[in-house]
């Protein structure tokens, strides 16, 4: 159900706040805080929606989300980055913005000398719109700073607190039930396609332009991240998975990402290689759909598909055979 009311003019801004899955009075306070602040603002339009994780992707809210011009802010229970790509996935796009709760490097103007060597990422053969999206984690504050964050934006947006209300909050209420898909990050991805290679479950396929694409999200086997494992650039997240890294947490450094590869995508233990791990995983899920099991994956992008990274004794044994003792 929508309950409308007109806009007076244009928005310059846009707040979406995405209402958490569960009833928990606490999330709902928080959720209540930024609707309120916001509709205080001039030149804002405030919708209040549910989940959008569990959107489809043909569902009145996404529509309405579409058809907007203006920056956005958008307030959800899952990590800014997993948030961002999912609006990028459904055609709400733009430019990722920092907020006051993104940490910043203070090494940024230190170049990365591989980064010439990188291969090509998705969004740079295909950019999207200069178009601002600030990105809030809802857990990580309480409704008061959220709501003072929501309003710094709006006045740097020139959305100016002094000018009258343009129109009430728009609620949407949708009673969509919980999904588990994998969502990419395009500014990591390479189009490699080891997804489509590894899924059997025909989740992922090619747009047009022959780049990759979650095409059937529902095919996805729920609580099953088998994909995000192999994935080169560390580009698919499951933004409902416990494990920060699978969810969208931000990862400094591909070589740290590399080096901590069991740890951070929660593989049963230290010496467990994140592939064997996807590789079980998807046998699970295979026999669970009473199909056959198929093992290790012949992965195109992985030197090797049980490849350890190595520790600093390995390194010192390197070194010494170089020395040829």
């Not at 959008?52 to 989300?65: A, I």
């Not at 579409?66 to 959800?76: K, N, P, W």
């Not at 800014?80 to 609006?87: D, G, N, Q, V």
Request: proline share 5%; hydrophobic share 40%; charged share 30%.
């Amino acid at each position: 159900m929508i309950l409308p009311s007109p806009t007076n003019g244009h928005a310059t801004l846009a707040v979406i706040v995405s209402r958490g899955q569960s009833r928990n009075p606490e999330k709902r306070e928080i959720e209540s805080a930024i609707v309120s602040a916001a509709s205080q603002l001039g030149s804002v339009q405030v919708f209040d929606v549910p989940h959008l994780y569990d959107l489809k992707h043909d569902s009145d809210v996404l529509e309405e989300l579409r058809g907007l011009e203006c920056d956005l802010v958008v307030a959800s229970w899952i990590f800014p980055r997993a948030a961002h790509w999912l609006l990028d996935r459904v055609g709400v796009r733009g430019q990722p913005e920092l907020t006051s709760f993104d940490e910043v490097d203070d090494d940024g103007e230190e170049v990365d000398a591989e980064a010439e060597a990188k291969e090509t990422r998705v969004i740079e053969m295909f950019p999207r719109s200069s178009r601002k999206v600030y990105c809030l984690d809802m857990r990580a504050a309480g409704g008061d700073k959220l709501a003072a964050e929501v309003q710094r934006i709006a006045l740097a947006t020139d959305a100016k607190a002094s000018e009258p209300m343009t129109a009430a909050p728009i609620r949407f209420d949708d009673s969509a039930s919980r999904r588990w898909y994998p969502v990419i990050d395009y500014s990591r991805c390479t189009n490699c396609m080891e997804c489509i290679d590894f899924c059997l479950f025909g989740v992922y396929g090619l747009d047009d332009a022959e780049t990759i694409l979650v095409e059937q999200p529902d095919n996805c086997r729920k609580g099953c991240p088998a994909c995000s494992r192999v994935c080169p650039a560390g580009a698919i997240m499951f933004p409902q998975h416990k494990a920060p890294a699978i969810a969208g947490a931000a990862v400094e450094g591909d070589e740290g990402f590399k080096i901590d590869l069991s740890l951070l995508f929660g593989a049963p233990d230290k010496t467990s290689d994140a592939i064997a791990v996807a590789a079980r995983e998807r046998d699970e899920q295979l026999l669970l759909a009473g199909r056959d099991t198929v093992g290790m994956p012949k992965l195109r992008h992985h030197a090797s598909a049980t490849s350890q990274a190595k520790d600093d004794l390995d390194r010192l044994i390197d070194d010494l055979d170089r020395c040829e003792l």
